[in-house]
């Protein structure tokens, strides 16, 4: 069985350019989570998906950042216009649903590097 | 919402217990998690406790929860090199379907 898949695993980008990180959830799951991780500090949520649909997206900027999970295909977690500061290890996970232990399982995370 | 707080690092000997804390404010967490995070590596769940148990012990791992204080604390009996890593408590938050991380607590694991 895959578990969540991240990729890129490494990613540069020049200030202003775009970033685009995706994630396929493990096969079932119909939640997906974006984390992200500063240098040296914890988890911060970003957002939070199901299927086709936004359910929660109070920990993400609301300029540049984006996040969709389409009916097909993988989640992707759009950067636009990149900063220095979105330097960063942005983690996915994913959940068969919010019930019972809510257990999330986690990708290996992408590391975005900008110039 | 959800606040979780850890102690940034501890280090033992081979050999020794290793005790970890985290304290919540989120009372109405349901679930409280441990997470383990290998150096360029992802998160993995390493056990989790029910908000109505007082204690769950797991091989080498002992869970506590202090309800009354919003106390939690992993211990790690005969801690090995192998165990070095930064380990995550997590709580849910009512409020938002998400889990809430700790900053993390670095462990190292002298031989």
């Known amino acids: 069985n895959a578990g969540v898949m991240q990729n890129p695993r490494h990613l540069v980008r020049r200030r202003g350019q775009e970033a685009r990180l995706r994630c396929s959830p493990v096969?079932?799951?119909?939640?997906v989570y974006w984390y992200r991780q500063l240098p040296e500090e914890g988890l911060k949520f970003m957002v939070y998906?199901?299927?086709?649909?936004?359910?929660?997206e109070s920990g993400m900027p609301k300029e540049r950042f984006s996040a969709e999970f389409p009916k097909e295909g993988p989640s992707i977690l759009r950067i636009q216009q990149v900063v220095r500061g979105d330097s960063a290890a942005y983690f996915c996970?994913?959940?068969f649903g919010t019930g019972n232990t809510g257990e999330l399982f986690f990708g290996e995370g992408s590391r975005l590097t900008v110039l | 919402g959800e606040d979780v707080e850890q102690s940034l690092f501890l280090s033992v000997r081979e050999g020794d217990s290793s005790v970890i804390n985290c304290t919540y404010t989120?009372?109405?967490?349901?679930?409280l998690y441990w997470y383990k995070q290998e150096p360029g590596a992802g998160l993995q769940l390493l056990t989790y406790?029910?908000?109505?148990?007082d204690m769950k012990q797991d091989q080498r791992l002992t869970v506590l929860l202090n309800k009354k204080d919003k106390h939690l604390s992993l211990r790690i009996a005969d801690t090995q090199t192998g165990d070095s890593a930064i380990y995550f408590c997590?709580?849910?938050?009512?409020?938002?379907?998400?889990?809430?991380f700790g900053s993390g607590t670095r462990l190292q694991v002298q031989p």
């Open positions: 406790i029910f908000s109505n148990m």
């Open positions: 996970a994913s959940s």
């Open positions: 998906l199901q299927k086709e649909n936004i359910i929660d």
């Open positions: 096969k079932g799951h119909s939640h």
């Open positions: 989120d009372s109405s967490s349901t679930y």
């Open positions: 997590a709580g849910k938050d009512t409020g938002r379907r998400a889990l809430t």
